[in-house]
């Protein structure tokens, strides 16, 4: 029973598009978080929300939204996908928002997404 | 502005020796950090973590050292096992809000 799934595992899309990734964890965490993970390998983090509310926002383009419908879920909305977009994307959950010795965050498999 | 490097990119090790892998950062505020660990087509897993208070800390086959003054931090694994090939990244945070990582280096252990 995976603790922290995505979907789709891969997105092959079209410049211009619109596309979804979800988040759903089943840990019972309050805090969860998109990273994107790009052609140099580096991870950075996106956004985060604890308790359905956003926390942060790095500084990503506002065609990324992400959703929260509840905390087991946080969902990726990407408007007008471009070229740089390929990458793969990350979710993660958290039991709470300060990183403790205790409070490890669980990543999901990722969703590499290609833009065409 | 990459606070957390990890300027080795591999690292190949016979099975049963020692594997240390090692990550410099440049933020002086940082107060935890972090290693995980990610397969090939999977996301990354938490293997061990130190505070900035402390200099080591010890989790079995695997132990973490921080060296403070020098910004320096290496995740030592001994016995090295073939299982233990993957993609290893230091993470580091300040404020308790969210984490830095590394660019990862890619330990192959060979028997």
């Known amino acids: 029973d995976t603790a922290v799934s995505q979907t789709p595992k891969y997105l092959v899309t079209q410049m211009g598009n619109d596309k979804s990734i979800k988040c759903e964890q089943n840990l019972g965490h309050d805090t969860m978080y998109w990273y994107k993970q790009d052609s140099k390998k580096f991870l950075k983090i996106m956004f985060s929300y604890n308790n359905k509310e956003l926390i942060i926002n790095e500084t990503v383009p506002n065609r990324f939204s992400p959703k929260s419908p509840d905390k087991a879920h946080l969902n990726l909305h990407i408007n007008s996908l471009e070229l740089g977009d390929s990458a793969v994307y990350f979710c993660?959950?958290?039991?709470?928002?300060?990183?403790?010795?205790?409070?490890?965050?669980?990543f999901g498999a990722g969703t590499r997404l290609s833009v065409l | 502005d990459q606070q957390v490097k990890q300027n080795s990119p591999s690292l190949s090790v016979q099975e049963g020796r020692i594997s240390i892998l090692n990550c410099d950062y440049t933020?002086?505020?940082?107060?935890?950090f972090l290693w995980y660990k990610k397969y090939p087509a999977e996301g990354p897993t938490f293997l061990i973590s130190i505070s900035s208070i402390k200099d080591k800390n010890e989790d079995g086959r695997f132990t973490v050292f921080l060296n403070k003054s020098a910004k320096h931090l290496s995740l030592h694994i001994v016995p090295s096992q073939p299982g233990d090939s993957a993609v290893y990244f230091c993470?580091?945070?300040?404020?308790?809000?969210?984490?830095?990582f590394g660019t990862g280096t890619r330990l192959q252990v060979f028997p």
């Open positions: 993470a580091a945070s300040v404020g308790a809000d969210k984490l830095i």
């Open positions: 933020n002086s505020m940082f107060d935890y």
């Open positions: 993660a959950s958290s039991q709470e928002l300060k990183i403790l010795a205790k409070n490890i965050q669980y």
